[in-house]
């Protein structure tokens, strides 16, 4: 038997760190994939094989360990999941082809771990839905990578649906789609091309800051809630027992989670005008209170304001680099990403990457014999 899957990778149209605080994602899978060709086979070791990036790991399913780079972790994470639930594995050879870019904030580390995930899932003929692999991303990052990552982009990734975002609840899995479609508007993603090596640091130390206030919230009211649940009156009702910073991420959170709301009724009315709006105050609180941005991102952001037909602009993902996402008029697209390119590259000498996306269809697999 042979299987296929190609995993997806995602934007997020707003909406941004509130996942792992309980609050609202509007997210989407994309026309850019992970695609994995998966069999058993004869031998003592799987092995695992990226075109894309030129790279073999080899191992043995008695005996294997952490490794020292995320890639192989993410594979060898996944089996550790399957094999300490007790699932019975036999060596395999899995082949990956992408043309998701790596580190650029559209979660193809996510999308790897799912489409492995599924992969495996389908060989072997085990009982896990989609509802599991959720949870196995979490698994793997959490244990094999040190990220405490929200449910976003797996989520995303598993339940997408062409031209439809994910009006998604994660403090309970709860959500809608909504129709995103449009002739005149479209999505372009501008890669930076900034890579933050403390990215995984700075994403856990926003996590702790949250957890921070949450439980201070939680002892002042006593309906315990997720942080992205409070209101900006409560949060402000105990200003005075937390530290700047913790103050301002909270209230970065529980803007954003409003913003969220709000802008999924303006995705429904198609005012895209209004939606835009709120993606460059979501890009301010990110900058501003959230510190999760950077010098180049908040320079594109900076640059479209006042073009007419960029309606919205904001950072995409964890920050400190990565994309930038913008709603555009269709018909206006070339001539943008034309002269932001130049204006980029004379400005910080690296050269910026544009990817027109388009809202697909979440994973998908096929088996042969
Ligand atoms: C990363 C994480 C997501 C989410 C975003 C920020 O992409 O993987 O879970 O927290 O950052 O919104």
Redesign the pocket.
């Known amino acids: 038997m042979i299987v296929k899957v190609k995993s997806p990778g995602r934007v997020?149209l707003i909406?941004?760190?509130?996942?792992?605080n309980g609050g609202y994602?509007l997210p989407g899978t994309i026309n850019k994939a992970i695609n994995f060709k998966i069999f058993k086979i004869k031998k003592s070791k799987c092995e695992v094989k990226s075109e894309s990036i030129n790279k073999t790991l080899i191992f043995d399913l008695n005996d294997f360990k952490k490794s020292k780079t995320h890639w192989n972790n993410y594979i060898l994470g996944t089996i550790d999941f399957f094999l300490n639930e007790g699932n019975k594995i036999t060596p395999f050879k899995c082949l990956i082809k992408s043309n998701l870019p790596i580190g650029s904030?559209i979660?193809s580390s996510?999308a790897l771990i799912s489409g492995f995930s599924r992969a495996i899932i389908e060989l072997y003929n085990l009982k896990y839905d989609k509802s599991d692999i959720v949870k196995i991303v979490s698994y793997v990052e959490r244990k094999f990578i040190g990220l405490k990552?929200?449910?976003?982009?797996q989520f995303t990734i598993n339940y997408g649906l062409k031209d439809n975002l994910i009006l998604l609840n994660c403090s309970n899995s709860i959500f809608d789609y909504i129709n995103f479609k449009s002739e005149s508007i479209g999505i372009v993603l501008l890669n930076t091309n900034v890579k933050h090596s403390l990215i995984n640091s700075a994403?856990n130390d926003r996590v702790n800051e949250c957890i921070i206030a949450e439980n201070l919230l939680n002892s002042h009211y006593s309906d315990k809630r997720r942080l992205a649940n409070y209101t900006y009156d409560e949060l402000n009702e105990i200003k005075y027992k937390l530290n700047l910073t913790v103050y301002n991420r909270a209230k970065f959170v529980i803007c954003e989670n409003s913003r969220t709301l709000k802008g999924a009724e303006l995705l429904k009315q198609s005012n895209f005008q209004g939606f835009g709006k709120l993606m460059y105050n979501s890009h301010q609180g990110l900058k501003d209170l959230y510190d999760v941005s950077c010098p180049e991102l908040d320079f594109i952001v900076n640059y479209t304001l006042k073009l007419k037909y960029v309606l919205g602009s904001r950072m995409m993902?964890?920050g400190f680099g990565g994309c930038t996402i913008n709603l555009i008029e269709k018909n206006k697209i070339n001539i943008f990403l034309k002269d932001i390119s130049n204006i980029y590259l004379d400005n910080f000498n690296k050269k910026l990457t544009p990817i027109n996306v388009s809202i697909a269809d979440g994973l998908t697999y096929k088996k042969t014999n």
Do not use: R
């Open positions: 997020n909406g941004e760190h509130t996942d792992y994602v904030g979660s996510s990552g929200g449910i976003m982009d994403y993902g964890g």
